[in-house]
């Protein structure tokens, strides 16, 4: 890794441009070609360096005011299923399986967005309808207090 590689993994540390060029600018800085970013990039990836590239959504922001984690009780032998089902509901905008205590029986979360409360509840229900689960519990999102890209370098 030399120093442009470093340069365009900060640059992906933060909030990209809103642009269809997202690259532009940073190709001009380094005196180097978009495509060339984006070859580094590829690069990066494949050595490890770099895990992936996400957007993140500021769904408050997007207009989505009624948001809520919803964890399912799965089946270990039926997750997987499971949460294809569920990840393909365009309200979903992350679904994951995870380790969870022994009291908290709950293993399956899915982040729901509406533009409402109704809309929310019938966007739950109809994923309980769809899926056959039919125990949850949803963690209503009350207010946003961090959202950051991580920064590694």
Not at 5 to 30: H, K, M
Not at 41 to 51: E, Q, T
Not at 75 to 87: K, N, W
Not at 104 to 128: C, D, G, K, R, W
């Amino acid at each position: 890794m030399n120093e442009i590689d470093r340069e365009v993994l900060r640059f992906l540390q933060g909030d990209l441009p809103l642009s269809s060029r997202p690259f532009a600018g940073l190709a001009r800085q380094l005196g180097i070609d978009e495509k060339e970013i984006l070859a580094r990039i590829n690069r990066l990836s494949d050595a490890g360096y770099l895990r992936r590239v996400g957007a993140i959504l500021r769904h408050q922001q997007a207009g989505f005011s009624s948001n809520a984690m919803v964890a399912w009780r799965v089946r270990p032998e039926d997750a997987e299923r499971s949460g294809d089902l569920l990840a393909q509901f365009g309200e979903v905008s992350h679904c994951y399986l995870r380790e969870v205590p022994k009291d908290f029986p709950y293993n399956l979360f899915t982040m729901v967005h509406a533009s409402s409360e109704e809309s929310l509840q019938s966007t739950i229900q109809s994923m309980a309808r769809q899926s056959g689960l039919d125990d949850y519990v949803v963690l209503k999102s009350c207010r946003e207090l961090k959202k950051v890209s991580m920064e590694y370098i």
